[in-house]
Nanobody, 127 residues
Framework: QVQLVESGGGLVQTGGSLRLSCAASGRAFSNYGLAWFRQAPGKEREFVAA????????AYADSVKGRFTISRDNAKNTVYLRMDSLKPEDTAVYYC????????????????????WGQGTQVTVSS
């Protein structure tokens, strides 16, 4: 059974930092790209960041570039999202997801190309 479990969300003030973690099991995740998406109330789910299966490539949404860093530890089957200089508009439920195709050559930012999702973790940034 494939599972993705996020943790690390919480309440933080503007300018603060958080590190999200996503522990994966049930699949050889070292062969799959991983990504973070987020969904704010009343808005559609949006791409945040992605990392290739090899960790050689990363991609970020323009809104978080320079503030967020995605990384992975394949030995621990875990992907991280370090979030710095947080803003109120970063408030959302954050989801990690696994690419549906192993060893995809190019990173994908399209949510329907990810087949397994975590339950989400709430991040709230107060002004």
């Amino acid at each position: 059974q494939v599972q993705l479990v996020e943790s690390g969300g919480g309440l933080v003030q503007t300018g603060g930092s958080l590190r999200l973690s996503c522990a994966a099991s049930g699949r050889a995740f070292s062969n799959y790209g991983l990504a973070w998406f987020r969904q704010a109330p009343g808005k559609e789910r949006e791409f945040v960041a992605a990392i290739s299966w090899s960790a050689r490539s990363t991609a970020y949404a323009d809104s978080v570039k320079g503030r967020f860093t995605i990384s992975r530890d394949n030995a621990k089957n875990t992907v991280y999202l370090r979030m710095d200089s947080l803003k109120p508009e970063d408030t959302a439920v954050y989801y990690c997801a696994s690419d549906s195709i192993p060893r995809r050559i190019a990173l994908t930012t399209t949510h329907n190309r990810y087949d397994y999702w975590g339950q989400g973790t709430q991040v709230t940034v107060s002004s």
